[in-house]
């Protein structure tokens, strides 16, 4: 089907085009609903396998949705949503899993009615799912929000308790988080209780308007952002005693070069940004320490070999170079923050305990790995790699990310290329002014 599609070619008019894009979102729809059975009988077959094997009855099914996970391409807390949501459709809402099947649900919309049903029982969530999906009109041409509302309705009328008593267990859900946003900023979210959420945007808005009343020039969202920081670090600038690790070559902090940092917990920053950082944080009301700790690169692989550890206040120097030298979890497709500092050979097995046999790992990544049937061994690599095998056998690689300043060589020519180029039309171009000049 994939060498079908990859021939395959535009209608020759629009009215044709519409239709394709139609059929290709059903297909979509399609395989969607085979990879949910497919997921429900492989999670069966695991159990059992596992079952024959002695694994205790609470410990069966673990690691089933990390193989799900790695299969799809997906992260194993992906994994896990995924297979619940296999679950609910083949044992619950059979009606859903149809409309998927047939192309009338995208995976999506499958998911808000898993999702907005998952406090009721099996059978009032099969007869949510009869109410609402049974019927293909009753969900055409609805949105999102029309999706989730219906869902919504539909589970209070059958079960009005269980709905009530999930809100008021969701405060114990609250949290917060962050994740990167482009231009070198980011987005902190946190999930409140609506009250406390409230009371803390009607706080912000009121300073806000304040401020503005007084004459700041800043935007009304400036200010109620810089007061969330100024409040919540005590800092005006937002900026206390915490090491942000920031890693950048000696070229781009000391010679102006253009090759991007990294920054832990949120990715590649530009060079500028980098070095403006690092130069104006002599600039605050209370100048920063800056500490500078050289890493030490291979030549042509760019891995990590060694680096300076002579900052105090630092964590033990083995795990800060694992640690800068994985930047995220090391399982394929998991980019959560790195929590544990993993022997690759377990100790117990004569795994040593040093930088080629360490590898940074979140904490259910790791406790994955620790189940029976997987392994996990060094492989050769440009960097350092791991082979990841699970319990069917399937392999997966993990090379730790470049550093900062790591060119493969086809880029490094590349680049080498545009510099002469560059060079030779500005050569060209003064010497065409100095002709220019001369004829004057």
């Known amino acids: 089907m994939i060498a079908t599609l990859a021939f395959a070619r535009p209608a020759a008019d629009g009215a044709g085009m519409i239709d394709q894009l139609r059929k290709l979102e059903e297909l979509k729809s399609a395989a969607a609903a085979l990879q949910v059975k497919i997921a429900v009988a492989f999670d069966l077959s695991q159990r059992r396998e596992q079952l024959r094997a002695g694994v205790p009855a609470d410990e069966l099914g673990t690691g089933v949705a990390a193989q799900i996970a790695l299969a799809r391409r997906e992260s194993p807390a992906k994994g896990s949503r995924l297979l619940g949501l296999a679950k609910a459709l083949v044992t619950e809402m059979p009606h859903t899993l149809a409309g998927l099947e047939a192309g009338r649900l995208n995976e999506w919309r499958a998911t808000l009615l898993v999702r907005e049903t998952a406090c009721l029982s099996p059978a009032d969530r099969s007869a949510v799912d009869e109410e609402l999906a049974s019927d293909v009109g009753k969900l055409s041409g609805a949105g999102d929000r029309a999706v989730i509302a219906a869902a919504r309705s539909a589970a209070y009328r059958h079960d009005p308790r269980s709905v009530a008593d999930r809100a008021s267990h969701a405060a114990a859900e609250r949290h917060v988080s962050l994740r990167p946003a482009p231009d070198t900023m980011c987005y902190l979210t946190a999930f409140l209780p609506v009250a406390e959420g409230v009371a803390v945007h009607a706080a912000l808005t009121r300073q806000a308007d304040a401020f503005r009343s007084d004459g700041d020039p800043r935007s009304r969202g400036q200010i109620m952002a810089d007061a969330l920081v100024e409040r919540v670090t005590g800092t005006a600038g937002g900026i206390s005693g915490v090491q942000i690790q920031l890693v950048m070559t000696d070229r781009t902090l000391l ?186």
């Open 255 to 440: 010679q102006g070069d253009s090759e991007p940092a990294r920054l832990p917990g949120y990715g590649v920053v530009p060079a500028g940004w980098a070095r403006e950082f690092a130069a104006q944080s002599q600039g605050h009301d209370r100048p920063l320490n800056v500490w500078l700790r050289r890493l030490y690169t291979a030549p042509g692989s760019g891995d990590l070999v060694a680096m300076d550890s002579r900052a105090r206040l630092f964590p033990p120097g083995l795990g800060r170079f694992i640690q800068v030298r994985d930047h995220t979890c090391r399982t394929p497709y998991c980019d959560a923050p790195i929590r544990h500092l993993d022997h690759v050979l377990p100790w117990h097995s004569g795994g040593t305990t040093t930088q080629s046999n360490g590898a940074g790992l979140c904490e259910a990544c790791n406790h994955i790995k620790e189940a029976p049937g997987w392994r996990c061994r060094p492989s050769p690599g440009p960097r350092h790699t791991l082979q990841l095998t699970t319990p069917t056998g399937h392999s997966y690689q993990s090379t730790a990310p470049p550093l900062p300043g790591h060119q493969p060589p086809e880029a490094a020519a590349s680049r080498r290329r545009r510099e002469l180029r560059h060079r030779a039309k500005t050569l060209k171009r003064a010497r065409i002014r100095a002709e220019a000049a001369a004829a004057a």
